[in-house]
T-cell receptor
């Protein structure tokens, strides 16, 4: 069965500091990984997906199949990055979400 | 583009009544729509997947007679919580996958259901 683990529920960093959100997955097939973000009082929206290999809002994530990880990174956090972040694993048509990490960026 | 709406945004009902929640893709046609449930400070749990014109596929542990899903068109899916009870109180979120969109799901804003 597929599973997504986000070990950190809360993450607090200072503005300008690097931030890394951890995500590990368990899946026997070929995974498709996503990061979704939910800003305060807004809907869930796609931040990035591993197949596109692009940087969105300064965030990057690399799929490491050996470590079954898809950690999200940003070298310099901004206050507007404060949000809830969900890692998701796509298997066929379904998405399985991790528990989410709340990021607070302090001035 | 790719906006998904839900109606209502919140609803309070008495125990034993049924509540219908609508999910619409406003500017695109959706091959598949998904219904999730989210408890406070917890992740989204997939309840069911619906395709236009066919029966919904429910996840294990989700009662299909309790949570009725109708996907009448490529832009509308409805979730009816039948004979609601306080334990059904939750945040229900739908998403839609675009007909030509490469498996990306677009999420609605969610519906807060409170059963008294």
């Amino acid at each position: 069965a597929q599973r997504v683990t986000q070990p950190e529920k809360l993450l607090s960093v200072f503005k300008g500091a690097p931030v890394e959100l951890k995500c590990n997955y368990s899946y026997s097939g070929s995974p498709e990984l996503f990061w979704y973000v939910q800003y305060s009082r807004q809907r869930l929206q796609l931040l990035l997906r591993h197949i596109s290999r692009e940087s969105i809002k300064g965030f990057t994530a690399d799929l490491n199949k050996g470590e079954t990880s898809f950690h999200l990174k940003k070298p310099f956090a901004q206050e507007e990055d404060s949000a809830m972040y969900y890692c998701a694993l796509g298997t066929g048509y379904k998405l399985s979400f991790g528990a989410g990490t709340t990021v607070t960026v302090r001035a | 583009g790719a906006v998904v709406s839900q109606h209502p945004s919140w609803v309070i009902c008495k125990s034993g009544t049924s509540v219908k929640i609508e999910c619409r893709s406003l500017d695109f046609q959706a091959t598949t729509m998904f219904w999730y449930r989210q408890f406070p400070k917890q992740s989204l749990m997939l309840m069911a997947t619906s395709n236009e014109g066919s029966k919904a596929t429910y996840e294990q542990g989700v009662e299909k007679d309790k949570f009725l899903i109708n996907h009448a068109s490529l832009t509308l899916s409805t979730l009816t919580v039948t004979s609601a009870h306080p334990e059904d109180s939750s945040f229900y979120i739908c998403s839609a996958e675009r007909l030509a969109g490469g498996n990306e799901q677009f999420f609605g804003p969610g519906t807060r259901l409170t059963v008294l």
